[in-house]
C-alpha cells in the first residue's frame, strides 16, 4: 500500500493509496472524523471503508486532512478540509484518467465533508457516509442531493441520535430519482467497537449490488 505526499491547498497532504488492477477501475476517496478530536486517516472505521472498496476492485485513496500526521497546514473549520479533500479526488483522478466510476465515503466529520464534496463534483457517482452528524452540522445544502448513496448508522451512537439521521434521510428520500439505503446497525456505537464486521458485511452488499450492472455491460 504506497505512501503517497498530495499537493494541497496549504502544503503537503500525506495518503495512502492502492491501485485497482484495471485502467478502468473505479475510484474511491475516504475521509477521516475530526482532527480536533483525534481523527486521523488510520481511524478503524475509516480503514474498513478503505480495505472493502480495495476488495471492490477500486482505486482507493485515504488521506489525513491538513495538520493530521504528516499533512501541512492547520484545522480549517470544514472549509480547509473540503479544499483538501477536492485537492485529493484531484489527484485520484490524474492518476486514473479512465475510471469507470467515482465514489466518496466519510466517517463522521468526513462524512459531512463528503457530502459536500458530492454537491460540488458532479462525476461523483455514489456516496457511503457513516455515523453522519445529523445533529451538529447543517445539511440543508443537499437541496437537492445529486446521487443515490448508502448511509449506515448504529442504534447505540452515544454522539448522533438515530431520530435526526432519519430525519434526514426520509428528506433525501423525497427527492425526484434519489435512493438512499439507511441501515442501522444494532448495537454499535459511534465509533462502531466489537462491530466493524457488521458494517463491512453492509457496504460489501451495497458495492456489490451498485456495480453489478457496471459488471455486466463490461462483460457485453
Not at 480495505?51 to 501541512?72: A, C, D, E, P
Not at 463522521?108 to 458530492?118: D, E, T
Not at 439521521?165 to 446497525?185: C, P, W
Request: a neutral charge; charged letters at 20%.
Amino acid at each position: 500500500m504506497p505512501d503517497v505526499i498530495i499537493n494541497g491547498p496549504e502544503g503537503r497532504l500525506e495518503g495512502r493509496y492502492q491501485p485497482g488492477k484495471l485502467p478502468t477501475a473505479g475510484i474511491a476517496l475516504l475521509l477521516h472524523p475530526n482532527p480536533r478530536h483525534g481523527g486521523t486517516m488510520n481511524n478503524k472505521v475509516v480503514y474498513t471503508l478503505f480495505h472493502t472498496f480495495v476488495r471492490q476492485g477500486f482505486s482507493t485513496l485515504r488521506f489525513n486532512f491538513r495538520g493530521v500526521g504528516r499533512s501541512q497546514g492547520s484545522f480549517g473549520r470544514g472549509e480547509g478540509e473540503l479544499s483538501d479533500a477536492a485537492a485529493a479526488l484531484d489527484w485520484l483522478q490524474t492518476y486514473n484518467p479512465n475510471a469507470g466510476t467515482c465514489w466518496i465515503a466519510g466517517f463522521s466529520f468526513g462524512a459531512w465533508i463528503g457530502m459536500q464534496l458530492l454537491m460540488r463534483r458532479p462525476e461523483i457517482e455514489s456516496f457511503v457516509s457513516v455515523a453522519l452528524p445529523a445533529n451538529f452540522y447543517d445539511f440543508t445544502f443537499l437541496a437537492p442531493c445529486p446521487a443515490s448513496g448508502l448511509i449506515i448508522h448504529g442504534d447505540r451512537d452515544e454522539l448522533v441520535p438515530g431520530e435526526a439521521v432519519g430525519k434526514l434521510v426520509a428528506k433525501l428520500s423525497n427527492q425526484r430519482d434519489i435512493e438512499i439505503d439507511h441501515r442501522v446497525i444494532k448495537g454499535a456505537n459511534h465509533f462502531f467497537t466489537d462491530k466493524l464486521d457488521k458494517l463491512e458485511a453492509h457496504v460489501e452488499s451495497y458495492l456489490t449490488a451498485a456495480m453489478a450492472p457496471k459488471v455486466k455491460r463490461a462483460a457485453t
